[in-house]
């Protein structure tokens, strides 16, 4: 099994900052790409950036230049640096990942999510 666990949500005021972090443990042997996604209320879920096993980046429209994602294979963890948060930000934000197991099985997991929420 794999666990995916986000932290660093909270509540911020516009214009500041917050990072994110996603820990993964379990039976891993190597993880491919990984991602952050938000899901604001009312509201779909939406892609926010995702990070290669290259670190290639790619990052929705609303938030480049503002969001830095980045990973340490050798935690096993991925983080999301947000700057001049705005409150349109405001959302429960996910991790996923590409895991292979230890045992060769490829599958997509999630975290529960981490609030972040913008005050104006």
């Known amino acids: 099994q794999v666990q995916l666990v986000e932290s660093g949500g909270g509540l911020v005021q516009a214009g500041g900052s917050l990072r994110l972090s996603c820990a993964a443990s379990?039976?891993?042997?190597?993880?491919?790409?990984m991602g952050w996604y938000r899901q604001a209320p009312g509201k779909q879920r939406m892609l926010v950036a995702t990070?290669?096993?290259?670190?290639?980046?790619n990052y929705a429209d609303s938030v480049k230049g503002r969001f830095t994602i980045s990973r340490d294979d050798a935690k096993n963890t991925m983080y999301l640096q947000m700057n001049s948060l705005k409150p349109d930000d405001t959302a429960v934000y996910y991790c996923?990942?590409?895991?292979?197991?230890?045992?060769?099985?490829?599958?997509?997991?999630w975290g529960k999510g981490t609030l972040v929420t913008v005050s104006s």
């Open positions: 996923n990942a590409d895991v292979l197991t230890r045992d060769y099985y490829e599958a997509n997991y």
């Open positions: 379990g039976s891993i042997s190597s993880i491919n790409t």
């Open positions: 990070i290669t096993s290259g670190a290639r980046t």
